[in-house]
T-cell receptor
Framework: AQSVTQLGSHVSVSEGALVLLRCNYSSSVPPYLFWYVQYPNQGLQLLLKYTSAATLVKGINGFEAEFKKSETSFHLTKPSAHMSDAAEYFC?????????FGTGTRLTVIP | EAQVTQNPRYLITVTGKKLTVTCSQNMNHEYMSWYRQDPGLGLRQIYYSMNVEVTDKGDVPEGYKVSRKEKRNFPLILESPSPNQTSLYFCASDSTSGGRREQFFGPGTRLTVL
């Protein structure tokens, strides 16, 4: 069965600091992995996805994530946080016919 | 503009009063899905559809119905809503039949059942 675990329901960083949001997955088959972002009062927007090509995936707004099979991880990073990055972030893994989402991490950026 | 639309965006209703939340996409996507989002639980899939007249249960289907009579529309029906169905609902669509490429999400419908 597929699942994802996001470590840390809330993460706070200072503006300009490194952003690191953690995601570990479980999958019985080679996974497709996604990061979505949800801004207040909006739907989810795709940040980036891993589909078995390059293990380092670059997404929108300067985010990137690295697929590490040995660690079953797909952590999201951004070198320098911006105030506009404040949002909730969801990691997801594909199942047979759907996506399994993590419980989300709310990112707060401190000026 | 490519988009998924949902209506209504906000709804307050009472227990037992049937309601329908509409979802429409203009991208000719085969796959459509409904999720509910609850604090601390993330998004959980209610139902999905891989094409017209093909629907199947997700993780939390109890109390919900769906239909897919046209490719663009995928309404969510609550025949007898209960307070535990108070939640934020999202419709999504994907160009692949299995929802594996990229799911496009609607803006959400916040439902309160009193």
């Amino acid at each position: 069965a597929q699942s994802v675990t996001q470590l840390g329901s809330h993460v706070s960083v200072s503006e300009g600091a490194l952003v690191l949001l953690r995601c570990n997955y479980s999958s019985s088959v080679p996974p497709y992995l996604f990061w979505y972002v949800q801004y207040p009062n909006q739907g989810l927007q795709l940040l980036l996805k891993y589909t078995s090509a390059a293990t380092l995936v670059k997404g929108i707004n300067g985010f990137e994530a690295e697929f590490k099979k040995s660690e079953t991880s797909f952590h999201l990073t951004k070198p320098s946080a911006h105030m506009s990055d404040a949002a909730e972030y969801f990691c997801a893994v594909t199942g047979a016919n759907n996506l399994f989402f993590g419980t989300g991490t709310r990112l707060t950026v401190i000026p | 503009e490519a988009q998924v639309t949902q209506n209504p965006r906000y709804l307050i209703t009472v227990t037992g009063k049937k309601l329908t939340v509409t979802c429409s996409q203009n991208m000719n996507h085969e796959y459509m899905s409904w999720y509910r989002q609850d604090p601390g639980l993330g998004l959980r899939q209610i139902y999905y559809s891989m094409n017209v007249e093909v629907t199947d249960k997700g993780d939390v289907p109890e109390g919900y119905k769906v239909s897919r009579k046209e490719k663009r529309n995928f309404p969510l029906i609550l025949e007898s809503p209960s307070p535990n169905q108070t939640s934020l609902y999202f419709c999504a669509s994907d160009s692949t039949s299995g929802g594996r490429r990229e799911q496009f999400f609607g803006p959400g419908t916040r439902l309160t059942v009193l």
